[in-house]
């Protein structure tokens, strides 16, 4: 073993310590009856009714569903077909074996955004930086959530990264196919489709709706009744979701139904600002891809479908990671060692991991409609996800021009 090989092994050792250690809680959970992964659980069952037959939508919870987890399957079918490997083992089992797998992704989704870096800081290594950033932003609101609910933000964030940044960037007749996948299990991938065809990929854009086209076909055959009651119904049935106004809804949707006392036609309102941000996000998109910097543009496309999705839960923001992994390599091989001049430079990552590792959102008052009644600096404390992407993109503006005078 090399002595590089030897440095490194303590830290990979302590980044296997949170997924070894979650799928001892899973066995755990399983033999004592613990309440673990609500959302893992109706994934699960979701798969049980495939298997068994059970419609998935004709009713407000699935027979499979544990006494703690009777919730509605809002899911396209064809998240059902491919949640099947769940069903193979119990509950609590399945829920550890999920979240492990997510925090190794995330894990390895950071190695590749810094290996997609360039001009990075010489510090700001692959294996070093996943490494550290694996472990440290578990801590991110968005991240434990997902984990501890059982969701599966994570694992499409992976599926994402891999084919724009590593299956297309090399040119694989696959490419596309991962974000087709992704947009089948939850619709909001979609917008992956995009970014494709904004970066010259047409190919892979159109082998990415193929994908999800045939995967809709597919589960037509196997579950008529299913597809044809999720497209026809349960798709935009608005007692599935939940109540959307919640501050966890952290999209412009969300945004406007707190401040319009849940009005019905706050789409109405979001649709065009959704269209208005969309233009300059395609320019800057495009021209980020053609200067060589892919991950940036990956994160555009991410945090505008984050804003203009009807609902975008505060543990779908997991893009946050990679965008913490940009900002590192925005900041000098060697930081200023004291004054204001260091503090200026780290403020802008710092800032980012502040808002989704202070449960912020936790802290405000929430839940039984109390948003309506929220004062004007609460609006703004609890809209503090949909405003990151928006200072993010100002502060890093400001200073490309800066730099480029």
Same mark, same amino acid.
């Given at each position: 073993?090399?002595?590089?090989?030897?440095?490194?092994?303590?830290?990979?050792?302590?980044?296997?310590?949170?997924?070894?250690?979650?799928?001892?809680?899973?066995?755990?959970?399983?033999?004592?009856?613990?309440?673990?992964?609500?959302?893992?659980?109706?994934?699960?069952?979701?798969?049980?009714?495939?298997?068994?037959?059970?419609?998935?939508?004709?009713?407000?919870?699935?027979?499979?569903?544990?006494?703690?987890?009777?919730?509605?399957?809002?899911?396209?079918?064809?998240?059902? #077909?491919? =949640? $099947?490997?769940?069903? !193979? %083992?119990?509950?609590?089992? +399945?829920? *550890?074996?999920?979240?492990?797998?997510?925090? @190794?992704?995330?894990?390895?989704?950071?190695?590749?955004?810094?290996?997609?870096?360039?001009?990075?800081?010489?510090?700001?290594?692959?294996?070093?930086?996943?490494?550290?950033?694996?472990?440290?932003?578990?801590?991110?609101?968005?991240?434990?959530?997902?984990?501890?609910?059982?969701?599966?933000?994570?694992?499409?964030?992976?599926?994402?990264?891999?084919?724009?940044?590593?299956?297309?960037?090399?040119?694989?007749?696959?490419?596309?196919?991962?974000?087709?996948?992704?947009?089948?299990?939850?619709?909001?991938? #979609?917008? =992956? $489709?995009?970014?494709? !065809? %904004?970066?010259?990929?047409? +190919?892979? *854009?159109?082998?990415?709706?193929?994908?999800? @086209?045939?995967?809709?076909?597919?589960?037509?055959?196997?579950?008529?009744?299913?597809?044809?009651?999720?497209?026809?119904?349960?798709?935009?049935?608005?007692?599935?979701?939940?109540?959307?106004?919640?501050?966890?809804?952290?999209?412009?949707?969300?945004?406007?139904?707190?401040?319009?006392?849940?009005?019905?036609?706050?789409?109405?309102?979001?649709?065009?600002?959704?269209?208005?941000?969309?233009?300059?996000?395609?320019?800057?998109?495009?021209?980020?891809?053609?200067?060589?910097?892919?991950?940036?543009?990956? #994160?555009?496309?991410?945090?505008?479908? !984050?804003?203009?999705?009807?609902?975008?839960?505060?543990?779908?923001?997991?893009?946050?990671?990679?965008?913490?992994?940009?900002?590192?390599?925005?900041?000098?091989?060697?930081?200023?060692?004291?004054?204001?001049?260091?503090?200026?430079?780290?403020?802008?990552?710092?800032?980012?991991?502040?808002?989704?590792?202070?449960?912020?959102?936790?802290?405000?008052?929430?839940?039984?409609?109390?948003?309506?009644?929220?004062?004007?600096?609460?609006?703004?404390?609890?809209?503090?996800?949909?405003?990151?992407?928006?200072?993010?993109?100002?502060?890093?503006?400001?200073?490309?021009?800066?730099?480029?005078?």
């Amino acid at each position: 073993m090399t002595e590089s090989a030897l440095r490194t092994r303590p830290s990979w050792v302590a980044l296997l310590f949170f997924p070894v250690v979650g799928l001892i809680a899973g066995v755990v959970g399983w033999r004592l009856g613990w309440h673990l992964g609500v959302d893992n659980a109706v994934y699960r069952s979701g798969a049980v009714a495939l298997l068994h037959g059970e419609p998935l939508y004709d009713h407000m919870a699935l027979s499979a569903e544990p006494s703690w987890a009777r919730l509605p399957f809002t899911y396209p079918p064809t998240a059902a #077909l491919l =949640f $099947v490997p769940l069903a !193979l %083992v119990p509950t609590q089992i +399945a829920w *550890a074996l999920l979240g492990a797998v997510s925090m @190794l992704l995330m894990t390895w989704v950071i190695k590749v955004c810094v290996e997609n870096l360039p001009n990075r800081p010489e510090w700001l290594t692959p294996v070093k930086t996943a490494t550290v950033l694996g472990i440290v932003l578990l801590g991110l609101e968005p991240v434990w959530r997902t984990v501890f609910l059982g969701q599966i933000n994570l694992v499409l964030m992976a599926m994402v990264v891999l084919d724009v940044l590593v299956v297309g960037a090399r040119g694989s007749r696959f490419g596309g196919v991962l974000i087709g996948v992704a947009a089948a299990v939850k619709l909001t991938p #979609l917008i =992956f $489709v995009g970014h494709l !065809l %904004v970066t010259g990929r047409r +190919a892979d *854009a159109a082998r990415a709706f193929a994908t999800f @086209l045939l995967l809709q076909g597919l589960m037509y055959v196997l579950i008529r009744h299913d597809v044809t009651q999720f497209w026809g119904a349960a798709v935009q049935d608005p007692q599935r979701i939940g109540p959307i106004y919640w501050a966890g809804n952290q999209s412009l949707n969300g945004l406007v139904l707190r401040l319009t006392d849940n009005a019905d036609w706050s789409m109405r309102v979001v649709a065009p600002i959704a269209l208005a941000l969309a233009v300059p996000c395609v320019l800057w998109v495009r021209r980020l891809h053609r200067a060589g910097e892919p991950v940036p543009a990956l #994160l555009v496309t991410a945090f505008l479908g !984050l804003l203009a999705s009807p609902v975008s839960w505060s543990h779908h923001w997991v893009w946050a990671v990679p965008l913490v992994v940009y900002l590192l390599s925005r900041l000098p091989s060697e930081l200023p060692e004291r004054g204001r001049a260091r503090w200026v430079a780290l403020a802008p990552v710092g800032a980012v991991v502040l808002v989704f590792a202070s449960c912020v959102l936790l802290a405000m008052r929430n839940g039984k409609a109390v948003e309506f009644e929220w004062t004007p600096l609460e609006y703004v404390i609890g809209s503090a996800y949909l405003l990151v992407p928006v200072v993010a993109a100002a502060i890093l503006l400001v200073r490309r021009r800066r730099a480029s005078r």
